[in-house]
């Protein structure tokens, strides 16, 4: 799926999702903070972690488009899922969840 990366995110207003500095938030920020964030209590496997790597390095390289394959977007959706709030999380659904399931 290709998708822009510094498309920024919106809260239920429509107004730009901000960080604690002030900046608005897109995606690759998102996908970068979900993919390289690992809670405590997680252990990721090597496997994993090389995945982690090859979509942020994709993702913040894209100029104007990144694209990612189905097995890399449920990977990240596993991961914004794992550590942002819910509205993170919906707009990541909204975003990425309606492509078919590989298997």
Not at 15 to 29: L, M, R, S, V
Not at 33 to 56: F, G, R
Request: glycine content about 4%; hydrophobic content about 40%.
């Amino acid at each position: 799926m290709k998708f822009n990366p510094h498309e920024v995110l919106v809260d239920y207003e429509g107004k730009e999702i901000k960080n604690e500095t002030g900046q608005a938030i897109d995606w690759k920020t998102v996908i970068f903070t979900a993919c390289n964030a690992v809670s405590k209590d997680e252990v990721l496997t090597n496997e994993q972690k090389i995945s982690a790597y090859q979509i942020t390095t994709k993702v913040f390289n894209a100029k104007d488009e990144a694209e990612l394959t189905i097995n890399q977007l449920n990977f990240v959706l596993g991961r914004i899922k794992s550590i942002y709030s819910p509205l993170i999380i919906g707009r990541a659904l909204e975003k990425f969840d309606t492509l078919p399931k590989e298997e």
